[in-house]
T-cell receptor
Framework: DTAVSQTPKYLVTQMGNDKSIKCEQN?????MYWYKQDSKKFLKIMFSYNNKELIINETVPNRFSPKSPDKAHLNLHINSLELGDSAVYFC?????????????FGSGTRLTVV | DQQVKQNSPSLSVQEGRISILNCDYTNSMFDYFLWYKKYPAEGPTFLIS?????DKNEDGRFTVFLNKSAKHLSLHIVPSQPGDSAVYFC????????????????FGKGTHLIIQP
């Protein structure tokens, strides 16, 4: 019974395409996040959503757009994919903004742009 | 600009001995610290945390120590077991007690711990 699930697990696509990665959590958390693990292995936050409201947006290209139909879902849509977008993307969720109980992460989506 | 640094990419420890993973930070606003463990092809899982009002937090075989003046924390695992072989990420947060904002967590690059039989 997966707490935070991401689909697909692997995604290979051509430059210029538009793709989406889905994320769902069944923990009743009210905040969800997208993190990108780059080639240097850093995990960097991209977005977070709390009560269906975007509350942070780091320096991410506007080709990336998070979409949250409800507080259990936060999908990541990417337009006009570029080679540099190749990375592993992790979805996570938590109660509110506080990390006291840790974030729960999904298993990741490995995106490869060719 | 690495605000959270894990300077050892890998660490090899014999089974049964103590594993010590280190983490340094530069942002003095960080006041909550977490350790995550990650197996290949899985997402990071929360392991243990510590707030800046403490200098030690213990949970079973895992203990985290915080030295605020040195901006340094460490994770001790004793005794080390084969299942502890994983990548360990140190993460820090600046807002738990600031009453607002959501900057997410700032992660280090991780340390690959290898437990040898």
């Amino acid at each position: 019974d997966t707490a935070v699930s991401q689909t697909p697990k692997y995604l290979v696509t051509q430059m210029g395409n538009d793709k989406s990665i889905k994320c769902e959590q069944n923990l009743g958390h009210d905040t969800m996040y997208w993190y990108k693990q780059d080639s240097k292995k850093f995990l960097k936050i991209m977005f977070s959503y709390n009560n269906k409201e975007l509350i942070i947006n780091e320096t991410v290209p506007n080709r990336f757009s998070p979409k949250s139909p409800d507080k259990a879902h936060l999908n990541l849509h990417i337009n006009s994919l570029e080679l540099g977008d190749s990375a592993v993307y992790f979805c996570a969720s938590s109660f509110g903004h506080l990390p006291n109980y840790g974030y729960t992460f999904g298993s990741g989506t490995r995106l490869t742009v060719v | 600009d690495q605000q959270v640094k894990q300077n050892s990419p890998s660490l090899s420890v014999q089974e049964g001995r103590i594993s010590i993973l280190n983490c340094d930070y530069t942002n003095s606003m960080f006041d909550y610290f977490l350790w995550y463990k990650k197996y290949p092809a899985e997402g990071p899982t929360f392991l243990i945390s510590i707030s800046s009002i403490k200098d030690k937090n213990e949970d079973g075989r895992f203990t985290v120590f915080l030295n605020k003046s040195a901006k340094h924390l460490s994770l001790h695992i004793v005794p080390s077991q084969p299942g502890d072989s994983a990548v360990y990420f140190c993460a820090a947060s600046a807002y738990p007690y600031s009453g607002g904002g959501a900057d997410g967590l700032t992660f280090g690059k991780g340390t690959h711990l290898i437990i040898q039989p």
